[in-house]
């Protein structure tokens, strides 16, 4: 079992910046590829972004490409979104998702994620 525990999110204006943050405990998060995935209100859940549990490849949507990063630090069972260049469609609730994992695999499908956080919201005022 993973627990997975989002933070960060909160209300900005378009054009700034805003970190979340997602803290695993449970097995072991080296192992484990993770993803950040968002819903909107009335929409369904869409892929963010994803890096492997060696963190050596990284995988965007294209709507969030070159605004976004995602990172991670295995010491403190964390992954990261930077987020940049914020925009009204980032308005979101967005969720941070786990699965055990092979070193350099990344995932971007809803169903191929085994263990998710609450979530947290993200609003982005124009």
């Known amino acids: 079992q993973v627990q997975l525990v989002e933070s960060g999110g909160g209300l900005v204006q378009a054009g700034d910046s805003l970190r979340l943050s997602c803290a695993a405990s449970?097995?072991?998060?080296?192992?484990?590829?993770m993803g950040w995935f968002r819903q909107a209100a009335g929409k369904e859940r869409e892929f963010v972004a994803a890096?492997?549990?060696?963190?050596?490849?990284?995988g965007y949507a294209d709507s969030v490409k070159g605004r976004f990063t995602i990172s991670r630090d295995n010491a403190k069972n964390t992954v990261y979104l930077q987020m940049n260049s914020l925009k009204p469609e980032d308005t979101a609730v967005y969720y941070c998702?786990?699965?055990?994992?092979?070193?350099?695999?990344?995932?971007?499908?809803?169903?191929?994620?085994?263990?998710w956080g609450q979530g947290t919201q993200v609003t982005v005022s124009s």
């Open positions: 998702a786990a699965r055990e994992s092979f070193p350099t695999i990344t995932y971007v499908r809803v169903n191929e994620y085994d263990y």
């Open positions: 890096i492997s549990w060696s963190g050596s490849r990284t």
């Open positions: 449970g097995r072991t998060f080296r192992s484990t590829a």
